[in-house]
């Protein structure tokens, strides 16, 4: 049979493998799998390795996930040990783990996520000097891929890796306690960069953590922007309520969790009841990908929201063009190829974009879940702020105090900012530059004074 198929897709030349006959036709995910049966039984050569190299860098390495451990132990080469560190890291033997992204080449296109993954290690570890010093391997390594690199996606998938990189160093500094300095890590992350809409409400803790409830208040607000209208976070109404309750603007705080209580919640149960349902699906949380924006506002605004937000993530584009490649290689062999090699390969085809689709089901479903679960968390503390504020209330009321100031629009005297930092006043617009530099003017209201008439 093999020999009956390589010659209905083979060229004229004559002793060339079946599987080199499927790399000159350009299909290679076909090739990738027949190049394994050729070559598992035999001595691996350096050129067998340069071959395999070759192959995954058309059809990217995370096919390999669906290869037994003890076949990618066979192929020394960087992308098998790149995978196999990642799997090790994934069940915690660490020790492996850096033994394996050690023996990723230098000059290897996964080289930058490989020190990237090695730091995570070290962080689990509790490493920190090494951590911080394999991020920063990570960017400068990024940034020569980067420089190198053909193409705009590729660029792009460095610059992600670098900005990683660069957010991690950030948060390990705030973990130290090093908020200033985490601050300006997380200020060399452009505003273009998909990772900036998360590293907002990162970049409001360390400025809560430094007493600029201000700041971390005009943050906060940078997701109320029309631009950023997607990004829906439990934490960020945890936070604003907190530092509003810090500046003893109570009802302010009130108002905070009040909305939060009567518009978001119920929606949140509303929404976990659906997706649970589906929690076993193999593809519902896929299909959820690709359903239009009216479709998905139909159901759920919040669904909306959260799936437009995991389609802008780079791992899911990635993954997304890989099965449009294999479909483009089931039609391509559907229409240029005979029955007798349609039968062979397209089925082998049909199972990997089904396990691509199990695989970004898991990712979306793990991402939605991750997502919902922290619903509960916040509800808690966010009911915790709301007891904290109708104490302090009753306190000055029994104490016959009230609050020496009373709520007003602030006042510019009461914005820090630093010598390098423009100002503009917020006239209800929302400005593409200025989104991530707003700050509140709001004077604490922590003093308090005896109430008229009290201890008549």
């Known amino acids: 049979m093999k020999w009956l198929l390589l010659f209905i897709i083979s060229f004229s030349a004559f002793g060339q493998t079946l599987s080199e006959n499927l790399e000159?036709?350009?299909?290679?995910?076909?090739?990738?799998?027949?190049?394994?049966?050729?070559?598992?039984?035999?001595?691996?050569?350096?050129?067998?390795?340069?071959r395999l190299e070759k192959l995954l860098f058309f059809t990217g390495i995370e096919l390999l996930e669906d290869y037994e451990h003890t076949l990618l132990e066979k192929y020394p080469t960087s992308s098998t040990r790149f995978i196999l560190a990642r799997r090790y890291f994934q069940k915690k033997e660490y020790k492996k783990a850096l033994e394996y992204f050690g023996k990723v080449h230098l000059d290897h296109r996964y080289y930058p996520e490989a020190l990237l993954l090695t730091a995570q290690v070290h962080g689990n570890l509790d490493q920190f000097k090494q951590e911080e010093e394999n991020y920063?391997?990570?960017?400068?390594?990024?940034?020569?891929?980067?420089?190198k690199a053909d193409g705009v996606k590729i660029k792009r998938y460095y610059r992600m890796i670098y900005e990683i990189c660069l957010t991690n160093k950030a948060r390990r500094l705030?973990?130290?306690?090093?908020?200033?300095?985490?601050?300006?890590?997380?200020?060399?992350?452009?505003?273009?960069s998909y990772k900036w809409p998360y590293i907002i409400l990162e970049q409001a803790w360390a400025h809560y953590q430094l007493g600029d409830f201000n700041r971390a208040l005009g943050l906060l607000v940078t997701y109320?922007?029309?631009?950023?209208?997607?990004?829906?976070?439990?934490?960020?109404?945890?936070?604003?309520?907190?530092?509003?309750?810090?500046?003893?603007?109570?009802?302010?705080?009130?108002?905070?969790?009040?909305?939060?209580?009567?518009?978001?919640?119920?929606?949140?149960?509303?929404?976990e009841e659906v997706l649970r349902k589906n929690v076993?699906?193999?593809?519902?949380?896929?299909?959820?990908?690709?359903?239009?924006n009216d479709e998905l506002k139909k159901s759920d605004g919040f669904v909306e929201h959260i799936v437009t937000r995991l389609k802008k993530q780079t791992r899911f584009s990635l993954d997304f063009n890989s099965i449009h490649k294999i479909d483009q290689e089931i039609i391509r062999i559907q229409k240029n190829e005979k029955k007798a090699a349609q039968d062979a390969f397209v089925g082998h085809l049909a199972s990997v974009k089904e396990n691509m689709i199990n695989k970004i089901n898991y990712n979306a479903k793990t991402d939605i879940f991750g997502f919902l679960e922290s619903v509960p968390f916040f509800s808690s503390e966010l009911f915790k702020v709301n007891l904290e504020v109708l104490s302090r209330q009753k306190d000055l009321v029994y104490s016959s105090r009230q609050l020496l100031n009373t709520?007003?629009?602030?006042?510019?005297?009461?914005?820090?900012?630093?010598?390098?930092?423009?100002?503009?006043k917020f006239e209800g617009e929302f400005w593409g530059d200025e989104l991530g530099d707003y700050s509140l003017g709001l004077k604490s209201s922590c003093q308090t004074v005896r109430t008229e008439g009290a201890g008549e």
């Open 24 to 50: 000159k036709k350009k299909y290679y995910y076909s090739a990738l799998n027949e190049f394994f049966m050729e070559t598992y039984s035999k001595e691996i050569k350096v050129e067998t390795v340069e």
């Open 136 to 147: 920063s391997l990570c960017q400068k390594a990024a940034e020569k891929e980067e420089g």
């Open 407 to 424: 709520r007003s629009r602030g006042d510019y005297s009461n914005v820090k900012r630093s010598r390098f930092e423009q100002f503009w």
């Open 280 to 292: 076993n699906s193999q593809n519902y949380f896929y299909n959820l990908m690709f359903k239009t």
């Open 224 to 271: 109320k922007s029309p631009l950023l209208d997607t990004y829906f976070f439990p934490e960020a109404e945890y936070l604003t309520a907190l530092a509003y309750f810090r500046l003893c603007l109570y009802e302010d705080s009130l108002i905070v969790i009040n909305q939060y209580y009567q518009f978001y919640r119920p929606r949140f149960t509303q929404l």
């Open 174 to 192: 705030y973990k130290e306690g090093k908020y200033k300095e985490s601050l300006v890590a997380y200020g060399q992350i452009p505003k273009q």
